[in-house]
């Protein structure tokens, strides 16, 4: 009888930690978690090391709170047509506890996007997600692919997830490339909780180059593409 007291005032704790924005499994990890009841016990537990240059696109946000928005590119930046390109949004703080409404990823029309992918905490730890279809929205802004991601976090109380110097949020996006050849510019946008400068998007992206002969830089085989 007792055991069965401890644990479930253990669970009724761990819950309203998670609700009243208590330390949890999910809160030492980059934000991006969702901040659930359990994770996932089994798969990868981290996102891939991406291996180019990390690109500032810029800042958003005013003297109170602000972010740093970061755009990398996985693998390599030339790449045959057709081939996988995998990109990564960073939020990095800079000043107070922002939230982040809305992450906004973009390519050129062409680009078919494959999957998106963050992590996900919980009591059981973490581990990679890769959003549904319903957890993201893909637009067509004139020539450019947009996909729009926000959610919330918490169990009994939601909330937008936020970014800090310590806690960083990822976001990973997986890309088809065009079958046209060509030099393709990219970017990335924001929307954040801050009184003013809370919207922008930016397009300075490392740009990604589409040849023939090019090494491709994965395989989409398995994978079925959203958004198309």
Known sequence: MASKFVRGATAIAAASA???GGVSAASAAPAGSLGGLTGSLGGKKDLDTPEG?????GNVGGPAFNVDLYKQVHGATTVAPGATVKTRIEVQGVKGKTSINEVIEWMPKGFKLVKV???KGGLLGDSVH???????AVTQNKDNTEVHVSWEEGLLIKHKPTVDTATPLLLDFTWKAPEKEG???????????????NN???DTGTPIVVKKGAAPS?????????GS
Do not use: H
């Open 18 to 20: 998670l609700a009243f």
């Open 130 to 136: 890769q959003l549904g279809q319903s957890e993201y």
């Open 117 to 119: 992918e963050r992590i």
């Open 53 to 57: 240059d990390r690109v500032k696109l």
């Open 183 to 197: 030099t393709y510019k990219n970017g990335a946008g924001l929307k954040i909780g801050a009184v003013v400068n």
């Open 200 to 202: 922008k998007t930016f």
């Open 218 to 226: 994965g395989s989409l085989s398995g994978s079925s593409i959203a």
